[in-house]
């Protein structure tokens, strides 16, 4: 698979170098609707460092920076990739890799209405190896409370998750067997592939609020959401090979698991 970013000018140079990596850690959002930032709200500006061990490159959306929490929420998530990256570096010391470490990380606007802001965060980590650690994370902004939705805030009712495992369940499994019938694999190479991804995505997909965190509202021309779209990365329902995964399940199917609060959001709600 090629890298995450490919069309992102640092990305280009290590797409041949990315490296087998463990599954990444899962993306972190604010886990508080009013989780505290630093006082001081940051001026977020795209970031460019070349050194000869390793290579930076980080893209924010202008609009973070008319809503204070919402930049503090990416920045934290940036400043903990570079982080991770700058440990990896100082591990090395002065010896200069065979191909120098990256972090790549695009911000991306997803949609933005006077309700709601949707960012998409994209890129790859690279310490050495095959290929880099994907980075992906999904962040909801409600701008007129400067605070994050979540998809416990939309559906708090945990029994309510088994019914949406299931419909994503059943979407992933149905892309997964057209991926196999189009690579045309014998038949006991078929049957081994189905069963060890499907168990994947079984035990990505459990009922538990957490395996759903990422995601994006769909939104229709009156800006209401008219599905929302579960983003599953690498490793999560599926090898590094298959990439990131996306599912969409409709406001009809999804409404009646929205808590009160928030089906005015929703188109029909």
Partial sequence: MSCLLASFALATTLAACKRD???????????SPNAAGPAATPLLHDVIERDPRYM???????????????????????????????????????????APYDLSLAFTQL????????????GSSYTGGAHGNPLVARFV?????????????????????????????????????????ADALPPAERAD?????????????????????????????????VAL???FAPYQVGPYADGTQTVDLPADVLLPHIAPAWRGLFAGG
């Avoid at 503090?72 to 100082?90: G, I, P, S």
């Avoid at 949609?111 to 994209?122: E, F, R, S």
């Avoid at 991804?197 to 939104?219: K, R």
């Fill in 229 to 231: 779209r579960f983003v």
């Fill in 21 to 31: 990596a463990a599954p990444p850690r899962a993306a972190t959002t604010p886990s």
């Fill in 141 to 181: 902004w409600l701008p007129k409370a400067d605070r994050a939705l979540t998809i416990t805030d939309l559906v708090p009712d945990r029994a309510a998750w088994a019914d949406i495992a299931r419909q994503v369940r059943v979407q992933l499994h149905a892309a997964l067997a057209q991926r196999v019938d």
């Fill in 111 to 122: 949609a933005a209405t006077p309700d709601l802001i949707a960012i998409a965060a994209d």
């Fill in 56 to 98: 930076i490159g980080i893209s924010y959306p202008p609009i973070a920076n008319r809503h204070p929490g919402l930049a503090r929420a990416l920045q934290r998530y940036a400043d903990a990739a570079r982080a991770e990256l700058m440990q990896a570096v100082a591990g090395i010391g002065n010896e200069k890799p065979a």
């Fill in 193 to 225: 592939v189905m069963r060890d991804a499907g168990h994947m995505i079984d035990e990505g997909t459990g009922p538990d609020p957490a395996n759903f965190s990422q995601f994006e509202p769909v939104l229709g021309a009156d800006g209401r959401i």
